[in-house]
């Protein structure tokens, strides 16, 4: 069992920067992938990005690539998203989640995730 439990979101404008974490519960963290969702009102659940156990593999949504960047520190249990040049289409609640199997193209799927965390609301403002 892992539980997760997200923090840093909040009320930002428009090409500011936010840093999302996300802490895991239990000894076994590092041989979890981790992985940020996000979903917007009235949208369905969508992939951010994710890491491998290691972190030694990174995967983004296109339109997240070269804004924001995810890593872990395993020692700490814990997953960051840093989040820069936010823009308002970026508004959603995210959402932390860990994967005991996964493939390079199940990664992407919410499917593919056992455990979830409760959300952090993150709003960006014209």
């Known amino acids: 069992q892992v539980q997760l439990v997200e923090s840093g979101g909040g009320l930002v404008q428009a090409g500011d920067s936010l840093r999302l974490s996300c802490a895991a519960s239990?000894?076994?963290?590092?041989?979890?992938?981790m992985g940020w969702f996000r979903q917007a009102p009235g949208k369905e659940r969508e992939f951010v990005a994710a890491i491998s156990g290691s972190g030694g593999r990174t995967y983004y949504k296109d339109s997240v690539k070269g804004r924001f960047t995810i890593s872990r520190d395993n020692a700490r249990n814990t997953v960051y998203l840093q989040m820069n040049s936010l823009k308002t289409e970026d508004t959603a609640v995210y959402y932390c989640?860990?994967?005991?199997?996964?493939?390079?193209?199940?990664?992407?799927?919410?499917?593919?995730?056992?455990?979830w965390g409760q959300g952090t609301q993150v709003t960006v403002s014209s």
């Open positions: 989640a860990a994967a005991a199997a996964y493939s390079s193209s199940s990664i992407y799927s919410p499917g593919q995730y056992h455990y």
């Open positions: 239990g000894r076994t963290f590092s041989s979890y992938a």
